[in-house]
């Protein structure tokens, strides 16, 4: 029933941009703090941002503070997710999901996933 699918990934060279969003249904959109996270080759997850539930707070991981932003738009059921400044380490698999709180998310404690869609950042 909830279903949340990432959408804008794809190969860019270092010092180029690209916007992930994430399309929800099935959920009470509002009532969720939204995140991204990412796993990198033969890393673990890592988490890279947050909203809370109004987009008033914002919540980033230090390697990405000042190059990524996220948004939510809360009339279209979306969250995104802006990347400047891109660099080889951001390659990854990035993941949308959905948990209680914003704060809750930054330790993982969420409720939903998204499939994750591919950035790969070429030097």
């Known amino acids: 029933q909830v279903q949340l699918v990432e959408s804008g990934g794809g190969s860019v060279q270092a010092g180029g941009s690209l916007r992930l969003s994430c399309a929800t249904s099935?959920?009470?959109?509002?009532?969720?703090?939204m995140g991204w996270f990412r796993r990198a080759p033969g890393k673990e997850r890592e988490f890279v941002a947050a909203?809370?539930?109004?987009?008033?707070?914002?919540y980033y991981a230090a390697s990405v503070k000042g190059r990524f932003i996220i948004s939510r738009d809360n009339a279209a059921n979306t969250v995104s997710l802006q990347m400047n400044s891109l660099r080889p380490e951001d390659t990854a698999v990035y993941y949308c999901?959905?948990?209680?709180?914003?704060?809750?998310?930054?330790?993982?404690?969420?409720?939903?996933w998204g499939k994750g869609t591919l950035v790969t950042v070429s030097s």
């Open positions: 999901s959905a948990g209680t709180t914003a704060a809750a998310t930054m330790r993982e404690a969420v409720d939903y």
């Open positions: 909203i809370s539930k109004s987009g008033s707070l914002t």
């Open positions: 099935g959920l009470t959109f509002t009532n969720y703090g």
